[in-house]
């Protein structure tokens, strides 16, 4: 069991979320305030994804990474930065002609979606640990086993921590087999995603069980979409392990209250402390999941 709770505030993501709440951040300064936002207002790490300026959607541009993590470091706060790689992955299919690729589609190679990474050397950068049906419609994310080992195997030699994203149980099997070949530098660090169509529903029962499949001494935290945010802050804390919340998973502070990070991030606190735990400072987290602050 924690004594200490790794909060992490995921700020923005890659979803289609900014014409559904004002509060969705856009711009590198949008972001990186609302970062600095969440770490005075308790998060260890921040979890940062772009977006195209013009187009509000989701993004892969080096500039606008180095200048979201530039703004953060010359703030008053100094939380872990967790920077995506896992853009770059997707796929949508004409259903009635599954060779023809439709608008959407963003797919490269698992080292071309480490540009930002090579050369930020941020603390953390996830690693989508398989492929998924994305929800409804024809569109996949692509993330094969040949494409994870070499991507794992980069990331390595970065000297960059893997915080391996686990969508699904099989995704947890292959995460476990890269760790048992050497890939994952110890101690491996988990995010077990819960309730994302179609991968691992929001279950409980499933997370106690996803928890029984990690390696002995492994690092792990734990999320839920939508209006079970808040819950699985509870069950992830009640399993022994850390927290995610943000606007990249959930939009509400309550039924039609609109959120911002910041709420998001008090309100798990103020779970994180009801259940008798603490909340890790960035550099306790840095000390639990032996990051290398030269990254």
Partial sequence: MNNKVIV?????????????????????????????????????VVHI?????????????????????????ASDVDPVINLTAGMGGDLVLDPSHPTRQLLGTDLVSGLERLAHVEELRPEICTIDMGTL??????????????????????????????????????NLWFANELVAEGLISPPPLYQLCMGIPYGAPADPGL????????????????????????????QSVLLGGHVRVGLEDNLYLSKGVKATNAQLTERAIGIVHDLGRSVATPDEARDILQLDRKA
């Fill in 8 to 44: 992490t505030c995921a700020v923005t993501g890659a979803g289609d979320t900014t014409g559904k709440s004002e509060h969705v951040p856009v711009t590198p300064d949008e972001i990186a305030a609302d970062a600095v936002a969440a770490a005075r207002a308790g998060a260890s």
């Fill in 49 to 73: 994804h772009v977006r195209d300026v013009v187009t509000k959607q989701s993004s892969r541009d080096v500039a606008l990474y180095r200048e979201v993590v530039r703004l953060i470091k």
């Fill in 133 to 170: 049906n994305f929800g409804e419609g024809s569109n996949v994310y692509i993330s094969t086993p040949d494409m994870l080992r070499e991507g794992a195997a980069r990331i390595q030699e970065l000297g960059v921590k893997p915080e391996m994203e686990i969508f699904d149980t099989g």
């Fill in 207 to 234: 997370l106690q069980a996803m928890v029984n499949m990690l390696p002995q001494g492994a690092n792990w935290t734990s999320f839920s979409i939508g209006r079970k945010q808040m819950s699985w802050v509870a």
